[in-house]
């Protein structure tokens, strides 16, 4: 089975950048797409964005667009966020997330793997 660890969160300060890396190891699936999700205390584990197994489609929550970008390098068997303007309401921990499809999602349910999270902490 896959395994997914998460690196690079950190505190940073409002209108600051991270980014978020995410490496695979172990037995995957053949041809999975990758995904990012985001839970704030007393919240529900929220969708941040998603990756097609190929790179060719993203799609990302309405809060992060033009902020946030998913990419993936899949000879390192690793997906990234790169997190700009990053403001207070960001904070939470953020997982990676693989699926067994190629396709991206935005639903939790159609994910199968997820990584031990990385805390984001953006301060105002």
């Known amino acids: 089975q896959v395994q997914l660890v998460e690196s690079g969160g950190g505190l940073v300060q409002a209108g600051g950048s991270l980014r978020l890396s995410c490496a695979a190891s172990?037995?995957?699936?053949?041809?999975?797409?990758m995904g990012w999700f985001r839970q704030a205390p007393g919240k529900e584990r929220a969708f941040v964005a998603a990756?097609?197994?190929?790179?060719?489609?993203?799609v990302y929550a309405d809060s992060v667009k033009g902020r946030f970008t998913i990419s993936r390098d899949n000879a390192k068997n690793t997906v990234y966020l790169q997190m700009n303007s990053l403001a207070p309401e960001d904070t939470a921990v953020y997982y990676c997330?693989?699926?067994?499809?190629?396709?991206?999602?935005?639903?939790?349910?159609?994910?199968?793997?997820w990584g031990q999270g990385t805390q984001v902490t953006v301060s105002s």
């Open positions: 990756i097609s197994w190929s790179g060719s489609s993203t």
């Open positions: 997330a693989v699926r067994r499809f190629p396709r991206a999602s935005s639903s939790r349910d159609e994910y199968d793997v």
């Open positions: 172990g037995r995957t699936f053949s041809n999975p797409a």
